[in-house]
């Protein structure tokens, strides 16, 4: 149950709307339910805002299926992230109104009592159209944490003046993600021309000697540009959470 949902039923037992029994029926599951293959921390919406996000990568689809039915049963909705075709395909089948996205892989339903996101200053930039998947993954991540994230594509270093161009939108946003393979340089640039955070996260896109992200994380870490954060290769999603934190922690 999200942290609101907890707060305003609380609001309704201190008024007098709801005794402490329908509370304690509301409120009365326990925090782990078993499904013998998983353990669903429901109690996660309730810790950090947002309910546990399932993992499609090495799950059947069968599995994802069961594991979003017992966290829609609660009205908060999933998120799944790295679902296949056949589990994107079985998750829109399952549950109307799951928003698909093949790009990033991800498949979202949102919560009983969803609003729109808000445009809080999120921008995701990509050196190369082929980072555009990880990027998926962190704007849609975004969204599911209610904040609408700008995207500015392909605009690596091997051509400075596309990023030089961005320069107005760039010092717009109140926080950065860089999705960057190949040499991964393009985040140190990122980071010389704004004051907000910079968020870099390396991908597997490269040749033989990229070691399948690896040289690209490690320039990242290496960034000559100040305040540069770092995840790691692939993770969009883990950007996108620690992105929609800064943001939330600004007000």
Known sequence: MMRDRVRALLADVAAGHRTVDEAL???DTAPLEDL?????DHHRALRQGYPEVVFGEG??????VQICERLAARGDGFLVTRASDDMRAALASAFAGA???ALGRTVLLRGA????PADTGALVVTAGTGDLPVAQECIVTLRAFGHAARRVADVGVAGIHRVLAQQ???RLARVVVVVAGM???LPS?????VRVPVIAVPTSIGYGASFKGLAALLTMLNSCAAGVTVCNIDNGFGAAVAAARILELGG
């Open 25 to 27: 029926a509301l409120l």
């Open 189 to 193: 640039v990122v980071g010389g021309l």
């Open 59 to 64: 799950k059947t689809v069968e599995q994802t």
């Open 183 to 185: 040499d991964g340089a």
């Open 99 to 101: 928003e698909v996205d």
């Open 113 to 116: 009592d969803a609003v729109a």
């Open 168 to 170: 107005d939108t760039l």
């Open 36 to 40: 013998q293959f998983a353990q669903i």
